[in-house]
């Protein structure tokens, strides 16, 4: 984790706001406050191998909630980074292969396309046929769309990634 990042974690006083506000809080093992606290005590290793870095939905409402502009989501980015590079094991069997899904999408469509990042989930997992009637349903309901949508300047997002995560 950088050091910005790290003594900005240092400006947090604990309120709370953060994890009162998150929508993904009850999945969570450590709540965003309780993360910000391990960071700031050093306790990085348990938050490597824990559930809440990866159910971390980054919509930054943690961050946005914070008094102190603590970039909390920002962290745990940071956290989800450094536990790829250490090859932490995750708490959630598979969270690392749809991590993996989800980005690829995003490079390759410059935003998600529901359909083609389960497809490259499931043809990871080889869990083909296990949401089949979710989806089905999700698609009958038009909530899944056939083909993606791209954003005008997918190179530009292309170049966010690096060579290493390919």
């Known amino acids: 984790m950088g050091t910005n990042e ?9 309120c709370q706001k953060c994890s009162a506000g998150c929508p993904v809080v009850s999945f969570m093992d450590y709540k965003p ?6 960071v700031n005590l050093g306790r990085i290793a348990p938050l490597l191998s824990s559930r809440t870095i990866w159910v971390c939905a980054s919509c930054y409402t943690c961050s946005t909630r914070c008094p102190n502009e603590v970039n909390v989501a920002g962290v745990m980015d940071s ?3 450094q536990a790829l590079v250490e090859k932490a094991a995750p708490a959630e069997a598979g969270v690392r292969l749809f991590h993996r899904a989800f980005l690829g999408d995003v490079r390759a469509h410059g935003r998600v396309h529901e359909l083609s990042m389960m497809a490259r989930y499931k043809m990871a997992t080889r869990t083909y046929l296990d949401d089949m009637r979710l989806g089905r349903r999700m698609f009958l309901k038009g909530k ?3 083909l993606p949508s791209f954003v005008r300047n997918r190179k530009e997002i292309a170049r966010l990634f690096t060579k290493e995560d390919r």
């Open 144 to 146: 899944l769309r056939l």
């Open 33 to 38: 406050h309780q993360v910000m606290q391990m």
């Open 79 to 81: 956290l989800r980074q």
């Open 6 to 14: 790290l003594s900005a974690v240092r400006e947090c006083y604990q």
